[in-house]
């Protein structure tokens, strides 16, 4: 393996940890914030914006570069997982162009637009979806092909992520529509789905990096 390709990875790998430290001690230091109650998201959204965008921007660079060095590696992932994988990471990037609606109460003293949506908010929902899709549909994929491989733990594994971001998203989606129920905890819903993700990803990054 070439080194760039090893350094690709190696970001790739380093990316997901690196985006939920910064955006859990950022959110732990905001006025009105609340990770059980707010998404990540919510970070470009007041004071200190410029640093949860720019980790969207840089989370989102790395894995593409992962996603770059998956292609020419001897663990490559099957081609749906590396399509959905490479979709995934442009999402993270182009999250980072657009801010999220206020929701929950944050920013203090906002309220979510009854009448119309800003742009942005339309847009930062629409280019996370490759995200929020893209992964579980590459960790399902990857499952699949490790299980025809003979390979039972990358087989489980991926298949526990693949259910587990589904299953998160949706309790995460109906707390942020409104749901009683689930709006009290749907920070730390999609929370969940986003760190069974990103970790995923990262360890299919640096398995990559192992020799065959």
Avoid: E
């Avoid at 992932?77 to 959905?84: F, H």
């Avoid at 996370?128 to 025809?148: K, N, Q, W």
């Avoid at 689930?182 to 990096?209: F, K, T």
Wanted: charged share 10%; glycine share 12%.
């Amino acid at each position: 393996m070439t080194g760039w390709r090893r350094w690709a990875l190696r970001g790739g790998a380093g990316a997901g940890p690196i985006f939920l430290i910064i955006s859990t001690v950022d959110g732990a230091t905001r006025d009105g914030y609340s990770a059980r109650r707010h998404p990540v998201s919510s970070l470009v959204l007041g004071t200190r914006k410029s640093v949860q965008t720019a980790n969207f921007a840089v989370t989102g660079t790395l894995c593409l570069a992962g996603a770059a060095g998956l292609r020419h590696s001897a663990r490559r992932p099957n081609a749906v997982s590396l399509v959905a994988i490479t979709a995934a990471s442009a999402g993270i990037f182009l999250a980072s162009l657009f801010a999220t609606d206020p929701v929950n109460g944050y920013p203090p003293g906002t309220r979510m637009p009854v009448d119309q949506r800003p742009k942005s908010g339309i847009a930062h929902d629409a280019v996370s979806i490759p995200t929020f899709l893209g992964l579980p549909v590459a960790a399902a994929s990857h499952s699949m092909a490790s299980a025809r491989q003979g390979n039972g733990a990358w087989a489980v594994g991926s298949g526990v992520v693949s259910v587990t971001m589904l299953a998160s998203l949706a309790a995460a989606t109906a707390g942020f529509s409104g749901s009683q129920r689930w709006s009290a905890s749907a920070g730390y819903w999609q929370r969940l789905c986003v760190a069974d993700g990103l970790l995923w990803l990262g360890a299919v990054m640096a398995r990559a990096l192992r020799p065959t």
